[in-house]
Structures are given as C-alpha cells and as structure tokens.
C-alpha cells in the first residue's frame, strides 16, 4: 500500500469530511438537512457588485493583463483599498505598498504568517476551544502546540494569558472568536499586545468575522504594539465570497515582505477576478447599504436561535455571541455520551447537522457549534425543536 506523510497523518481530520458524505447521503435521499454547521454566509453578495465585476469582464475580455500573474502581494490598488478599509474600522493605518498582502483567503494568510516567524517545533500557542485550522495549519507547518484552555466559562485571565506567552514564539487568538462568539474587551486587547511586545512574542490577530458586530465595539491590539502583532483577515464572510478565496495580511513591513516570499511557494497570487471583485466593493461604497442588511438578518436568526434554545433546552450553556455566525453551546446536563457520536446520529436520523466540540481542541467532548449564517430564522426554529427532542430521546 502507497505510504503518506507522518506530517499529514498527524493533521486532525477536517469535520467536513464525514459531514459532506452526511449530507450528500441525506440529499440524495431527498432530504434538505439543516445546515446549523456550515461556516460561511448564507446571504450573497449585492447584485449590483456581481454586475459591476462582469461588464468589467467582459469589457477586458481581449485584454492580456486580465489572465496574468499579479504580484505575490496583490494588486496595488486593492492593498490601499484594504488599509483605508481597515483604518475606517479603527485600526492603525498599515503601508499599503510593503505592509499589506492579499491572500488567497485567510487560512493562507495563516499559513504564510505562521512560517514567516517561526521554525519547525516552535511552540505556537492557542486559546482553547479554538478554531480547528489552526491545528492543521500548525501540524502542517510541524510546530508545537500550545494550549490555554477556557472551559466552563470560555473567557479569558491575566493569569492565563501571561503564562501563554511566557511559553510561546507566537500566539493565535481569533477575535471574534470561532467557535464561541468571544470578542475582545479593550483591557484584553491592550494585555495582548503588551505582552506581546514586552516578550517579543508574536500574536496573529485573527479577524475572520471583523464587520458581524452586532452589540459590542470592535478592538485592535494593533492600537498598542505594532511591530509584533499580526493582522490576518479574509473576505470570506463580508461581502461573502468563501469560494472565491480572497483575503489579506497586514503587518509591520519585514514581517509582510517575508509573508509576501512565503506566498511564492503557495499559490503565488490570489485568483485575479477576486482581487477585481472586492476591489470594486470596497471602492464602490457598496458596503454602506450591503452590511447593514445583512447585521439586521443574522441578529434577527441569532435572537431566534437564543429565543428556541431558551425555550427547548433551558439547561444548555452558551455564551451570547456579540459578534460573527455561531453560538457555542455546553450540552453537558443532556448527554452522557459525548457530542462526536451524538452529532453524527443527529445528522443520519434527523438531518440536523452541527458540528462536535472536540474538533476545537480538549474539554469540548459535550459541546456542539451552531451556526445562523445559512439557514434562516424558522429552519433555525424547527432545528432547535428537533435536537431537543432527540436530547429528550
């Protein structure tokens, strides 16, 4: 039998595996699952933007530079559009031209970054649960993992915190965070970012969901430490382009040269239509009437996920997410097996499908993730419903 790579071996499988070949099943049964797993938007972009992009096309369609390589940093045009973006937002302008690098999507943003400060066994710690990439990504990349776990309450502490960085070459903390909803408080944000310049220890700021706030302020560690603190976002969710693979790195110039060099060996440069598409987006203002829509919907299927999970399963514990797609939810006083087998009998017998809280690291054996990005408020409900009476099964 052909032999694979210790390397790849040792990578946590991806839920998406088995939960695809679920809903595959399930589909080919006639069936419409609930997605409550799936981790991307629901809502697609604005039709206009959609329309703008293609006459755009259209009008190049001879034209030579519209199938040619960009730079491995990105368009010019897009890495200034991406800074003013980010400064309006609040966060410290970086230099479009050697501090900014678009990114085909945010885990190469990761990948990148992470192999730009660190060598092979460096310790890189995490904030647990955490979001299940990260593993891979470090398990690829052959560094050590280092875990802060935040089980029951899923908040973090000075304590906690300090002894992370005392431990690590680098910190990954998402923000809003994947699976849990946490956003960080401004004390947490400028204790981050003191620690991590005072330790010259690197902190990649995760930012996937960095425009879904709903009730709470957006903070930027970058605000306080500039030279050690990583920003990595991706377009993925806002104006909602998963497939399309775009996102970017925005980081103290040598850090963004070596993330750049680092992408040579990847993918080389992010697709061009993308890079056109999110270019147009953020210079087109179409944000402005865009994001507004989409905050009021996911708020209106956040408020009624919370309103049926009060009502269905009054013992189950979760954090209110102030921020992103997913509620995290602890259903340790329903179940004595654990949310893996659960999960995947839930998903084959009822077509509800979330995803295990032990692929977000150790201590999540009876949580599951929900998310209310893709299906909307009476789907939610109904799902709800089902999953409570299967717990009472």
Known sequence: MARVSRRVLSIMPSPTMWIQEIVSMLRSRGFKPYALHVGQPGIPPPRELMDSLLDSLRSRVNDISLYTYTSPRGLQELREAVAEDLASLGRPTPDPKRGVVITTGGIEGLFTSIASITDHGDPVGIVVPAYFHFYSILGLLGNRVVEAITYPELSLSEEMLKDLFSRVKAVIIANPDNPSGRVLSISEARLLADLACDREVYLLHDIAYYTLYYETERVWPEKWCHEYVITVGTYSKDPGIPGWRLGFVAAEENIADAVAHAREATSYNAPLPSQLLILE???????????????????????????????????????????????????????????????????????????PGRLFGPGGEKWVRISFAWEDKYRLKEAIEIMSSYLSK
């Open 281 to 355: 987006y953020l210079r087109g203002r179409y944000r402005e009437k865009f994001l507004p829509m989409v905050i009021e919907e996911y708020k209106s299927r956040r408020d009624e996920l919370i309103k049926s999970l009060e009502k269905n399963m009054p013992e189950a514990r979760y954090r209110r997410p102030e921020a992103g797609i997913f509620i995290y939810l602890d259903l340790s006083s329903y179940l004595s097996k654990t949310t893996d087998q659960w999960a995947r009998e839930l998903a084959t017998e009822k077509g509800v499908i979330v995803v």
